[in-house]
């Protein structure tokens, strides 16, 4: 009779039972919305903030669907007591991604989940708004929503909804604000990159650095000397240039400016010291010593440069290769073959001065969508697509375009603008007012190999 009585109160207590669950948190994240907003549609970047993570080392991801938006899936397993396995779909994000600007105050975008939680139509809205007094923070609320239906146990769980559900949420904001704050501080919002795939191109280049007080003047100068040394060695090579000028970033300190300058040819196989020699990608050098500081193999000595060491003569002749594999033409010349690959681009009309902020939304969005890159290994580069034009009384009636690359190491084939077919805004009919943007270019252009950064190496 007790167990007919403890059996009765148990249905008629879970029939009681509320047949919904919720739960949520909130936390303000000191980004701007866009960039919340990009990071939590798409799951690239999911396991670098997510609990589940943290609670079970040994747990695997799964993408599947969409890259971006709705339709994205992220599917995972890991030990059937820690983070189990289920799947993440995102079922809808408004407003749509492109119009999540400056004017956006609120945003909303909503996951569904298949786990081994009870219930049914378990979902998670994740609610975006601006805060701050700038409206630069963004708070973020993360809910959890399930219904339990007549199912006396799936009702019952709703007492534990406080427990893995809620700290779900709990861990994976605070690992959401951790991995932001990694991200750079830009607001990209005008920004349209495509993914380019481009193939290998031979170039030859010379190395060369400036005094970031300088400013432009400095740059025009050290850019056009290394492009009349590279043109008049092409001429003595008897091969030809075959498009603009690539500058390869080195290091862009608050004081020096260390790049590249290369220019692509016309062949892969040159005729140096009275032997032909096929030119082959850069490569990381063997360490014979002490290896070289991160971000510094890529710098080679200056053009002119009278720091050597006392067998330098023999270590540069003509014909032979560097440390990193390059062909040797001359003391300040070198010649390699950039390898192809994925590259994030966009663009900048105006002055080079615009280029480095450029490369800053570039890189921010690459983190925001979850492209892997390695700016030590394969740096920055931009493509002089088109020279500045300025007429007779000293007007500019054309401003420069900048093409601007990310080298990819892993990313999808477009980015959502890519695939959503939206075109970069232009300045061609008024040179008056520059502005950051992008333009997609033919796939594999030989000017504009993805992994420019390598000739550096």
Do not use: C
Not at 139 to 163: C, E, M, P, Q
Not at 169 to 184: E, H, P
Not at 204 to 232: F, N, P
Not at 281 to 293: D, E, I, Q, V
Request: proline content about 6%.
């Amino acid at each position: 009779m007790a167990l007919v009585i403890v059996a009765v109160l148990a249905v008629v207590v879970g029939i009681a039972m509320p047949g919904s669950g919720h739960v949520e948190r909130s936390l303000v994240i000191g980004k701007d919305i866009r960039q919340v907003y990009d990071v939590l549609n798409n799951f690239r970047r999911f396991g670098d903030y997510a609990e589940l993570t943290g609670s079970d080392p040994t747990i695997k991801y799964d993408l599947s669907g969409k890259a971006y938006g709705p339709g994205a899936e992220i599917s995972w397993t890991g030990a059937p007591k820690k983070a189990g396995s289920g799947k993440l779909t995102i079922a809808s994000a408004a407003p749509e991604f492109n119009k999540v600007d400056s004017t956006v105050n609120k945003a909303e975008i909503v996951w569904n989940l298949d786990g081994d939680w009870r219930g049914s139509d378990k979902h998670f809205t994740l609610d975006l708004e601006r805060e701050g007094r700038t409206h630069k923070l963004t708070k973020v609320t993360w809910a959890y929503d399930v219904k339990y239906g007549f199912n006396l146990l799936n009702r019952y769980s709703n007492l534990y909804i406080h427990g893995a559900p809620d700290a779900f949420i709990q861990y994976s904001l605070t690992g959401l604000q951790n991995m932001l704050a990694s991200v750079k501080n830009v607001d990209y919002s005008e920004l349209v990159p495509y993914i380019e795939q481009t193939k290998p191109t031979p170039v030859l280049l010379v190395s060369t650095k400036i005094e970031r007080e300088g400013g432009l003047d400095a740059l025009t100068e050290a850019t056009d000397g290394a492009v009349k040394l590279l043109t008049d060695t092409a001429k003595k090579l008897n091969v030809n240039v075959t498009g603009p000028r690539i500058l390869v970033v080195n290091n862009y300190g608050d004081q020096t400016f260390t790049f590249d300058i290369a220019l692509p040819i016309d062949a892969t196989t040159l005729t140096v010291a009275g032997q032909s020699h096929d030119l082959t990608a850069a490569t990381t050098p063997t360490p014979s010593g002490a290896p070289a500081a991160a971000g510094s193999a890529a710098a080679p000595a200056s053009a002119g440069s009278t720091e050597a060491p006392a067998d330098a003569a023999a270590a540069n002749a003509p014909g032979s290769t560097d440390k990193y594999g390059r062909l040797i033409i001359d003391q300040d010349v070198r010649a390699t073959m950039m390898a192809g690959g994925p590259a994030l681009k966009g663009e900048w009309n105006g002055t080079y001065a615009g280029v480095p902020q450029t490369r800053d939304e570039l890189e921010a969005y690459a983190q925001t969508h979850g492209y892997k890159y390695d700016t030590v290994v394969n740096r920055f580069y931009d493509v002089l697509a088109r020279p500045e034009q300025i007429d007779t009384n000293n007007n500019i009636t054309q401003y420069a375009r900048y093409d601007v690359y990310l080298p990819l190491s892993d990313a999808p084939e477009q980015t959502p603008e890519q695939e959503a077919g939206i075109q970069p805004p232009t300045l061609d009919e008024s040179p008056a007012a520059s502005s950051s943007s992008a333009a997609p270019a033919a796939a594999g252009s030989a000017a504009a190999p993805a992994e420019a950064a390598s000739a550096g190496n």
